[in-house]
């Protein structure tokens, strides 16, 4: 209780004191890009760090500690910016900290950026989990709530009016979840005096991995000039040989800009051009882009150049570059189209989560982690369960992989949390994420949540909000969220373009029997398609294996157990797979951390990966089976044809 109070103390408090100065940006979501007008600094590295302890966990707050240098107020230490705190001490206390801790770091601002009126200096964070406050020069620049998605502030005003070139960056994050907040979670204070201390706590939630906290992707100073390109929204579809990109650009800080738009092929050549802010690009002989392994040339990309020239009087020029796939989505009752053509999804689930850095962004994991997918013929993944960095999904543009985007509505399970207050947090992390993520061609389909209790009344009115509100966010993609296959009488389904299933036949239903797989499984897929008459993902299956664990007859938790589970589901795939069902995506592309609890053993070992992405059994059973799968679909490049047989291993 005391938890949730202060969170919202704190909230208030610092909403009414937002300062002159500074103020937090509800406009575009443009990923920071150099260009000739613009600049990026990365301030990532290592910042100051210190855990607020203290039994209300508000000290912080109370001593002001964004008034002065943190290591003036009390002890700090190293904390690596991106990375969760959690894994990097050897202090128990860190790892399983909740409540406020506070970043710092002093960072150069070219001189040049202050001097210049004209430059418009932000400062942006990738993520933060979960709430976030923001100091510069301990002045109050911004707050967020929701642990997944960036924020940023315009900093160029306190820059000027303090100290100049050296500023000092404050950042508090609170990791405690609520019934309000996505994902939820709840504060329990254990009262029996005999068996806890007092003010003892727990923090618990419904969902499967751990809550891992602190920054977890780069923060950014970036310049723009004062008159800037705010947005732009590409949609895009084709005709024959022509393809359409329809633009609408959005730019603040000058009333009559004079906007250009060109669009270039990977030679350079300009393909396309037009004036204004809204408008249609034409594109003949157009390169579609194709997901990887559905096509020879895959991944197409165009850069399409948006360049603002503001009113003479200024005479500002901004230029921003997109990369743009050209692309369409369609869903019939039976099928998922990409540029027309049937699209199966024979893809992986993810975390973002990692030995030591926890769920903070790391190329050499992301590079990997695509190797990897592409070495198994993995054409898609879905961001389970909540949006992953921006990085990732341009990765995804340039690769070909088709992503399913999911917002951090995980773990809902308490009728409570179908509330009015929930559903309005809720359909703003959507819009972020639409405004974030609606450029990508990689990103075909939203996910409006995971596994919810959908068979309580409040949510189908919920899920009816969620997946209206997200339509008319953006039309040009489906909408879905993930439902238990156990939900029989589910409130949310109707409203959906796609049904995706999880379910976990003999691992958490009769578990150790995997003859009656084929019987459940048939039976999973003939209910959803009867009731609804919508393609259907299989979107979660899968079973424990500890790597290195063996047994035949096989036994649970062994690779021999994991590859039976696997077949047998795959054996009933491949007979709907002629009739509705659209995709499987296994569960999960690697071992991951979570809570402790007596069904975890050091976390969760579903992965066909370990944690440290080593191949199981598992993975080379999937490989064999999408490069089987791509093959059949006649779409397979040349170069990857018997891709399997060939191919050294
Ligand atoms: C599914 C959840 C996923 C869990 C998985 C499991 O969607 O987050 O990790 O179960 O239990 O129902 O392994």
């Given at each position: 209780?005391?938890?949730?109070?202060?969170l919202?103390?704190?909230?208030?408090?610092?909403?009414?004191?937002?300062?002159?100065?500074?103020?937090?940006l509800?406009?575009?979501?443009?990923?920071p890009?150099?260009?000739?007008?613009?600049?990026?600094?990365d301030?990532?590295?290592?910042?100051?760090?210190?855990?607020d302890l203290?039994?209300?966990?508000?000290?912080?707050?109370?001593?002001?500690?964004?008034?002065?240098?943190?290591?003036?107020t009390?002890?700090?230490?190293?904390?690596?910016?991106?990375?969760?705190?959690?894994?990097?001490?050897?202090?128990a206390?860190?790892r399983d900290?909740?409540?406020?801790?506070w970043?710092?770091?002093?960072?150069?601002?070219?001189?040049?950026?202050?001097?210049?009126?004209?430059?418009?200096?932000?400062?942006r964070?990738?993520?933060?989990?979960?709430?976030?406050?923001?100091?510069?020069n301990?002045?109050?620049a911004?707050?967020?709530?929701?642990?997944?998605?960036p924020?940023?502030?315009?900093?160029?005003?306190?820059?000027?009016?303090?100290?100049?070139n050296?500023?000092?960056i404050?950042?508090?994050?609170?990791?405690t979840?609520?019934?309000e907040t996505?994902?939820p979670g709840t504060i329990?204070?254990?009262?029996?005096?005999?068996?806890y201390p007092?003010?003892?706590?727990?923090?618990?939630?419904n969902?499967?991995?751990f809550?891992?906290?602190?920054?977890?992707?780069?923060?950014l100073l970036?310049?723009?000039?004062?008159?800037?390109?705010?947005?732009i929204?590409?949609e895009?579809?084709?005709?024959?040989?022509?393809g359409?990109?329809?633009?609408?650009?959005?730019?603040?800080?000058?009333?009559?800009?004079?906007?250009?738009v060109?669009?270039?092929?990977?030679d350079g050549r300009?393909v396309?051009?037009?004036?204004?802010?809204r408008?249609v690009?034409?594109?003949t002989?157009v390169?579609?882009?194709?997901?990887?392994?559905?096509?020879?040339?895959?991944?197409y990309?165009?850069?399409?150049?948006?360049s603002v020239?503001?009113?003479?009087?200024?005479?500002q020029?901004?230029?921003y570059?997109?990369?743009?796939?050209?692309?369409t989505?369609k869903?019939?009752?039976?099928?998922f189209?990409i540029?027309?053509?049937?699209?199966?999804?024979?893809?992986v689930?993810?975390?973002?989560?990692?030995?030591?850095r926890?769920?903070?962004?790391?190329?050499p994991?992301?590079?990997k982690?695509?190797?990897?997918?592409?070495?198994?013929?993995?054409?898609?993944?879905?961001?389970?369960h909540?949006?992953y960095a921006?990085?990732?999904?341009q990765?995804a543009?340039?690769?070909?992989?088709?992503i399913?985007?999911?917002?951090?509505?995980?773990?809902i399970k308490?009728?409570?949390?179908?509330g009015?207050v929930s559903?309005?947090h809720h359909?703003?992390?959507?819009e972020?994420?639409?405004?974030?993520?609606?450029?990508?061609?990689?990103?075909?389909?939203?996910?409006?949540?995971n596994?919810?209790?959908s068979?309580?009344p409040?949510?189908?009115?919920?899920f009816?909000?969620l997946v209206?509100?997200?339509?008319s966010?953006?039309?040009s993609?489906?909408?879905t969220?993930?439902?238990?296959?156990?939900?029989?009488?589910?409130?949310?389904?109707p409203?959906?373009?796609?049904i995706?299933?999880?379910?976990?036949?003999?691992?958490?239903?009769?578990p150790g029997?995997?003859e009656?797989?084929s019987?459940?499984?048939?039976t999973q897929?003939?209910?959803?398609?009867?009731?609804?008459?919508k393609?259907?993902?299989?979107?979660?299956?899968?079973?424990d294996?500890?790597?290195?664990l063996?047994s035949?007859?096989?036994?649970m938790?062994?690779?021999?157990?994991?590859t039976t589970?696997?077949?047998?589901?795959?054996n009933?795939?491949?007979?709907?797979?002629?009739?509705?069902?659209?995709?499987?995506?296994?569960?999960?592309?690697?071992?991951f951390?979570?809570?402790?609890t007596?069904?975890?053993v050091?976390?969760?070992?579903?992965?066909?990966?370990?944690?440290?992405?080593?191949?199981?059994?598992?993975?080379?059973?999937?490989?064999?089976?999408?490069?089987?799968?791509?093959?059949?679909?006649?779409?397979?490049?040349?170069?990857?044809r018997?891709?399997?047989?060939?191919?050294?291993?």
């Amino acid at each position: 209780m005391l938890w949730q109070c202060q969170l919202l103390v704190t909230k208030c408090a610092l909403l009414a004191a937002i300062c002159g100065v500074c103020r937090s940006l509800q406009g575009g979501m443009l990923f920071p890009t150099e260009s000739p007008s613009r600049e990026v600094k990365d301030v990532s590295g290592l910042w100051r760090f210190r855990a607020d302890l203290s039994p209300e966990r508000n000290r912080g707050f109370e001593q002001q500690w964004y008034r002065s240098p943190l290591a003036q107020t009390g002890p700090v230490i190293d904390m690596p910016v991106p990375s969760s705190y959690n894994d990097i001490t050897q202090d128990a206390k860190i790892r399983d900290f909740i409540g406020w801790v506070w970043y710092e770091k002093d960072v150069w601002v070219p001189a040049r950026w202050i001097q210049d009126r004209g430059t418009r200096i932000v400062l942006r964070v990738g993520s933060a989990h979960y709430y976030s406050v923001l100091w510069v020069n301990g002045v109050k620049a911004a707050e967020h709530e929701g642990g997944h998605l960036p924020f940023e502030a315009d900093i160029g005003g306190v820059l000027r009016q303090t100290s100049g070139n050296q500023c000092r960056i404050t950042i508090a994050v609170n990791n405690t979840l609520t019934l309000e907040t996505l994902p939820p979670g709840t504060i329990q204070y254990m009262t029996d005096r005999s068996r806890y201390p007092a003010g003892y706590f727990v923090q618990n939630t419904n969902f499967d991995f751990f809550n891992y906290a602190g920054i977890h992707r780069p923060v950014l100073l970036y310049t723009t000039p004062t008159a800037h390109i705010d947005d732009i929204t590409v949609e895009t579809t084709f005709s024959d040989n022509i393809g359409l990109v329809s633009f609408n650009v959005s730019v603040l800080g000058s009333s009559k800009p004079a906007v250009k738009v060109t669009l270039s092929a990977h030679d350079g050549r300009c393909v396309a051009s037009a004036d204004g802010i809204r408008g249609v690009l034409k594109v003949t002989d157009v390169n579609l882009w194709w997901p990887y392994l559905m096509h020879e040339n895959p991944a197409y990309l165009y850069s399409m150049e948006v360049s603002v020239q503001a009113t003479a009087e200024d005479g500002q020029t901004d230029v921003y570059t997109l990369p743009v796939g050209i692309r369409t989505v369609k869903v019939t009752s039976t099928q998922f189209l990409i540029n027309n053509k049937p699209f199966y999804f024979h893809g992986v689930n993810k975390h973002e989560d990692a030995d030591i850095r926890g769920k903070g962004f790391d190329w050499p994991l992301v590079v990997k982690d695509f190797n990897l997918m592409k070495w198994m013929g993995v054409n898609s993944f879905r961001t389970s369960h909540y949006p992953y960095a921006e990085e990732i999904l341009q990765t995804a543009d340039r690769h070909g992989i088709v992503i399913i985007d999911e917002c951090p509505g995980v773990g809902i399970k308490d009728i409570r949390s179908f509330g009015n207050v929930s559903l309005a947090h809720h359909l703003t992390v959507m819009e972020e994420l639409v405004r974030r993520d609606k450029n990508h061609p990689s990103v075909v389909m939203w996910s409006v949540a995971n596994e919810p209790a959908s068979e309580m009344p409040p949510a189908g009115f919920y899920f009816k909000e969620l997946v209206s509100h997200t339509k008319s966010l953006d039309s040009s993609r489906p909408v879905t969220y993930i439902t238990d296959s156990n939900y029989a009488r589910d409130q949310g389904a109707p409203y959906v373009d796609v049904i995706c299933v999880n379910s976990y036949l003999s691992w958490y239903h009769d578990p150790g029997h995997t003859e009656l797989i084929s019987l459940q499984l048939n039976t999973q897929f003939d209910d959803w398609f009867g009731k609804y008459q919508k393609p259907i993902i299989q979107s979660e299956y899968g079973a424990d294996a500890v790597s290195g664990l063996h047994s035949d007859p096989p036994m649970m938790f062994t690779e021999e157990y994991q590859t039976t589970v696997l077949q047998n589901y795959h054996n009933v795939f491949d007979q709907k797979r002629k009739e509705f069902v659209i995709g499987e995506l296994i569960w999960n592309f690697a071992d991951f951390m979570t809570a402790q609890t007596i069904t975890r053993v050091v976390g969760n070992k579903k992965g066909i990966l370990t944690r440290q992405r080593q191949p199981k059994a598992g993975a080379f059973l999937l490989r064999e089976r999408y490069w089987r799968i791509a093959n059949e679909t006649g779409a397979l490049p040349a170069w990857a044809r018997n891709y399997i047989l060939f191919k050294d291993h």
